[in-house]
């Protein structure tokens, strides 16, 4: 599956607050907590849980929203598919980080431990 302009300004322009809700939906209906979610967005941006609440607040979307965080240096071995694209092949820097995330919280959702999330 090809990344397309379109696809990359969709996902510029899509708020972080309008798809966390999902990440929390997914992660607790998997028998996981909003802390370990909280861990993981951490771990990947920087910010601590009042910081995400604030830029959930804020309605930023995903450009300013990565704009502001400090990417953890090893979120470049994160790998594998999530939505049909293999993140570590995905030219759109933005787009890459938001299928990181993206990733990460697919695999908190699926039962991996949090030293194997947070690649340690």
Known sequence: MANTKSHDERIATLTFSSVYPHYVT??????RTVDELHEVITWLTGFNTDKIQE??????????????????????????????????????PLTQKVRYLDKLVDELAKGKSMDKILRK
């Open 55 to 92: 830029l959930i607040d804020a309605k930023l979307n995903f450009e300013d929203f990565f704009g502001q965080a400090t990417l953890n240096p090893k979120a470049s071995t994160i790998t594998g598919l999530i939505c049909g694209y293999r993140v570590e092949e995905i030219e759109n």
């Open 26 to 31: 997914k992660v607790v209906k998997k028998g």
